[in-house]
Structure formats: structure tokens, C-alpha cells
């Protein structure tokens, strides 16, 4: 396997609470994951990407991070994580871990003792407290909202029982902000990275990679909105501060054999910008949330594509391609609806109201993945997207428990839609979030019978893309084409066709046809549909 792995891998998202119950308690785990992997090897990925499975009150399902160098009991023991990382490795599946710098869990020992040490303390300068405003501190330091709901910062109870200091948290109040700033805070992250890849984890994804330091003297919001025709300066998001993090731990991955890699997470709207974390000396790739951001129209997605290559080619690294993740609605459910120009991607934006085609929705996702996965770089495949699950949009508000929830006052239902556990063979009566009964028909144990279904067109499709050269990372040219359809070729001759219209379209001359997420009609591509030839 050659060192550059990333520039051509399909990576397969392991939401570890939802993927496989080794233990039979309703909750995903590392027995699961380890049961799991010779599906994953027949399904043709190269690497799997696992959320945090590290000690966690899981306010925020494991963003609570208490401490890298250990396993939440719940998913199993450091011996299981060890014995995973070796067993995927025989299997040829490399493993990425997810680190979350931004914040910690409110029970990390550092913010405990932060707590109990007081105001102006060295211990609670490793976080972001500061007085309050008002005339007796009794307001937030600042206007900033967190990302959950409500306001970013918390008051606390001083050690001597008194309303005192305030807390900074973009995310829940279980998850207050590290400070940047604070040479512990990079010694900790340091020694956390190195703990994992001297394990053999082959590299990270970075949570909330585009913030870490907040602008100096946490200037109010005011008006700033965080999109892409914005100027002036965010206080919290993007800062030019993170990029010597960055470069600091590449030469953490780089002084490895082979050497680890990066992916960020990393939500910024101006590509030219987004294009700065995988500068050479950086990170090694960044998400597209572009493109999961698209709506499924043929001019917008060329857009995106087109903005992605030539960003991406500036600095010289891989583009990236994904479609759905953990935190927002299953593409399929998106798919299935008539296609806004604005974003539509999480459960809260899509319309109760309008109509719902889910066969439709189903059909573009087919050839969503033929789309994805002939463009050029990597790919990221979210678990249960392989089957076709749609999103769960009706979860009874008792089970929720993103803190979204709640800290929307109960009107966002958050993202645990996409979060309800995988079905293996049916419905799992002790699954964490319930299953409905029509999961059953998604399960892999019926997908694996039936050669129509989803699961195995991602089966031929990703061995396809592995076994023909001319896919993954390389040349890109667009054919010509009517403007509601897509197509083109990528080295030595293979061709990608997507007709987003509803009339039947022409195919441009080919030698063979690879791969289609529908059946051609008369030698023609049928609407929202794609189709693989080589020539
Ligand atoms: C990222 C994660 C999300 C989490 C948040 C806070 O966006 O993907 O699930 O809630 O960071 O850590």
C-alpha cells in the first residue's frame, strides 16, 4: 500500500454508538466494530474513521472528551481498541481516530481543578473564564451563542458558594473551551496524538478544526455572519491562529513510519480559505461540506466541484468528496424532496410539509455515490448510507438526546435522525435510539440477498473504483452535455455520466459500460441517474 494512501482512499465513518452491539446492551462498541470488519473488507474501503470512544460523560455522544488514553467502558477496554487496530490492519483497513481540541469534557481533571482553584488562577487559565458584565457580573461576558442553543457561556459557583465567573463553550455547557493560548493545552494534544499513532492508528479526523483560538479581548458578535460574502473578521471561526497548530502536528505525523494523517473538520465557507488547512506543511485533507451542502441540481454541483479542484490543486492536496456524516440528515431523506438553492442539510430544515418521494430520494442517491466516487481524491462513506437508510424523522421527543434538543427549547430535533443504530438483521428491540419497524427492510442480512439492492451497488461500485485505474486522485475534464446533466472523464478513459433531468439522455461513445445506478433505457441514461463507461 503505497504512502499516499489518503490521495485515492474511501473512507467508511464508524459511528461507534450506533454501528455494532458486541454486548448485547443496545450500545455500539469495539467487540461490535471487531465483528463488523470482514463486512467492511467485503465492502471495499480502505479506512475507517471512528468517533470518539474515549472516557466520556456523553453529554455530547463523546465530543465530552475526559481523557485521550483511555476507553469509554461502555465501548470496551484499551486491550479490544488495541486488538481492533490490529485485527483491521491484517483486513487492510487503516484507522482514524477522532480528536476534538476545541473543548473538553466539563469532568476533564484540568477544568475540575479549574473550578475548585478560583478566579485568576493559573489552573483556570488553561479555559476561557472571565468576569461577567453587568453591574454585579451577573451578564455574559459576551453576545456569543453557542452552536447547541442559547448562550456560549456558563456562570459558576466560586468555591466559596458565590455566583461568580463565566465559562466559555461553543458547544454545550459540558464542553467548555480550551485555551489555545496555554502551552499545557498543546503539550496535552501533543501527547494525545502520539499515544494513538505509537498504537498504530493511522491518523485523525479534527473536530471543530477551523476554531481553537478565539479573537482577542472575545470582541461581541454583533452582526458578523459566518458565510462566504462576509468580511470582516469572525471572533470565533477560521482564526489565522490554528494554522501553526496544524503545522506542528504534521511534523508529529511526518516523524512516523509510515506517516499519519489528517482529515479536518473544518466548516468554511470561502473554499480559498478552507484551502489554507491542507497548505503542504498542514493538514493532509479537509471535509467537503460544499458538496454534502449541495442540493442535487446539476449547475450547482459543477460549481462546487469546480471551486473544490481548483482550490484543492492550488496547494497541491486531494480534494474530498461526502455526501452524509453524523450530524446531519441522511442524503437520501434530503434527496427526497424538491431541491431548494439554499442549504437543506440538517432535520430542522427540511419541510414537514412538502412532498416526500422516497423512491426518488433513493434513486439519487444511487447515483449520488456513482458521482462521488468518480471524482477525483477521497471519499467518505457514513455508515448505513451503504444501505440506503433514510433519516428517522419522526423519533419520539422522549428519546432524543442530542443537546440540541433541549437547548433549542425543544424545537430542533437535533441530529440524532441520523444517528439511530445500523440494523444487522432486523430490528434491534435494545437499540439506544429506537429503530422503526421499517428499518427491517434495510437490514444488511436482507441487502445482502437481494444483487438490486444499494448495498451492493456500493459493493461493485467501490471495486470497481479500486480495481480500474483512472479513479481516485489524477486528471479531471468535463465532457459537453445538456445543462441538467453532468459528465466526465478522469484518466485512462473512464467516464462518468449524471442526468439530474427527467428526459432520457445519450450516452457519449464508450467501449463498455462499468457500472449503472439504474438500468439504461434503450442504451440511454434514465433521469437521476449515473453511469460509469470506460471508452
Ligand atoms: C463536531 C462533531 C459534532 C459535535 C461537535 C462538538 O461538529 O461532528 O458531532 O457535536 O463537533 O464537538
Not at 442504451?523 to 471508452?535: H, I, N, P, T, Y
Request: aromatic letters at 12%; proline letters at 9%; hydrophobic letters at 40%.
Amino acid at each position: 500500500m503505497s504512502n499516499e494512501w489518503w490521495r485515492h482512499a474511501v473512507i467508511y465513518q464508524v459511528y461507534i454508538r450506533s454501528f455494532a452491539d458486541g454486548d448485547g446492551d443496545g450500545l455500539g462498541d469495539i467487540e461490535g466494530i471487531r465483528s463488523r470488519l470482514p463486512y467492511l473488507a467485503e465492502l471495499g474501503i480502505d479506512a475507517i474513521w471512528i468517533n470518539p470512544w474515549y472516557p466520556s460523560p456523553q453529554a455530547d455522544a463523546g465530543y465530552d472528551v475526559i481523557t485521550y488514553t483511555d476507553i469509554e467502558p461502555r465501548f470496551g477496554s484499551m486491550a479490544e481498541a488495541e486488538a481492533m487496530i490490529t485485527e483491521a490492519h491484517a483486513a487492510g483497513i487503516r484507522v482514524l481516530l477522532d480528536i476534538v481540541p476545541n473543548h473538553s469534557s466539563h469532568l476533564h481533571p484540568w477544568f475540575q481543578a479549574a473550578l475548585a482553584a478560583g478566579p485568576g488562577s493559573p489552573e483556570r487559565d488553561r479555559f476561557i473564564f472571565r468576569d461577567g458584565a453587568g453591574e454585579r457580573g451577573e451578564l455574559p461576558p459576551n453576545d456569543w451563542p453557542s452552536c447547541f442553543g442559547g448562550s456560549a457561556w456558563t456562570r459558576v459557583t466560586e468555591p466559596d458558594g458565590v455566583p461568580g465567573q463565566w465559562y466559555l463553550h461553543l458547544f454545550a455547557p459540558e464542553q467548555p473551551d480550551r485555551n489555545w493560548h496555554h502551552p499545557d493545552t498543546h503539550a496535552d494534544y501533543e501527547a494525545a496524538l502520539r499515544f494513538w499513532f505509537d498504537r498504530g492508528v493511522d491518523g485523525f479526523r479534527i473536530d471543530v478544526a477551523h476554531s481553537l483560538f478565539k479573537a482577542d479581548g472575545l470582541p461581541d458578535l454583533g452582526d458578523v455572519v459566518y458565510e462566504a460574502h462576509e468580511t470582516r473578521p469572525h471572533p470565533f471561526w477560521d482564526p489565522d491562529d490554528v494554522h501553526e497548530v496544524y503545522r506542528s502536528w504534521r511534523r508529529i505525523a511526518d516523524s512516523y513510519d509510515p506517516p499519519r494523517v489528517f482529515v479536518a473538520e473544518a466548516w468554511v465557507p470561502q473554499p480559498a480559505r478552507l484551502a489554507r488547512y491542507v497548505r503542504a506543511d498542514e493538514l493532509h485533507t479537509t471535509f467537503n461540506f460544499d458538496f454534502l451542502r449541495s442540493p442535487w441540481a446539476a449547475p450547482h454541483l459543477r460549481g462546487v466541484i469546480d471551486a473544490t479542484i481548483a482550490e484543492h490543486a492550488l496547494v497541491g492536496a486531494p480534494p474530498t468528496w461526502v455526501l452524509s456524516n453524523h450530524d446531519v440528515a441522511r442524503h437520501v431523506s434530503r434527496f427526497a424532496r424538491v431541491q431548494q438553492t439554499h442549504a437543506q442539510h440538517q432535520l430542522k430544515d427540511l419541510d414537514a410539509e412538502v412532498e416526500v418521494d422516497p423512491d426518488l430520494g433513493y434513486r439519487r442517491a444511487r447515483a449520488a455515490l456513482l458521482l462521488m466516487a468518480a471524482l477525483p481524491g477521497s471519499c467518505y462513506v457514513y455508515q448505513g448510507e451503504e444501505l440506503g437508510l433514510p433519516e428517522v424523522e419522526d423519533l419520539p421527543p422522549e428519546v432524543l438526546q442530542d443537546p440540541s434538543w433541549a437547548r433549542s427549547g425543544f424545537t430542533d430535533p437535533g441530529r440524532d435522525g441520523c444517528r439511530v443504530p445500523v440494523p444487522w438483521t432486523g430490528v434491534d428491540a435494545k437499540a439506544w435510539l429506537p429503530q422503526p419497524e421499517w428499518f427491517a427492510q434495510f437490514a444488511v442480512e436482507v441487502e445482502e440477498r437481494d444483487r438490486s439492492s444499494m448495498l451492493w451497488l456500493y459493493r461493485d461500485a467501490l471495486r470497481i473504483r479500486r480495481d480500474t485505474t483512472g479513479f481516485g486522485d489524477g486528471p479531471f475534464e468535463w465532457l459537453p452535455t445538456d445543462s441538467d446533466v453532468l459528465a466526465f472523464r478522469r484518466g485512462a478513459g473512464v467516464i462518468c455520466v449524471v442526468n439530474f433531468g427527467a428526459r432520457l439522455q445519450p450516452l457519449p461513445p464508450h467501449r463498455a459500460v462499468l457500472l449503472a445506478s439504474s438500468p439504461l433505457v434503450d442504451g440511454r441514461l434514465a433521469g437521476d441517474a449515473a453511469v460509469w463507461l470506460s471508452e
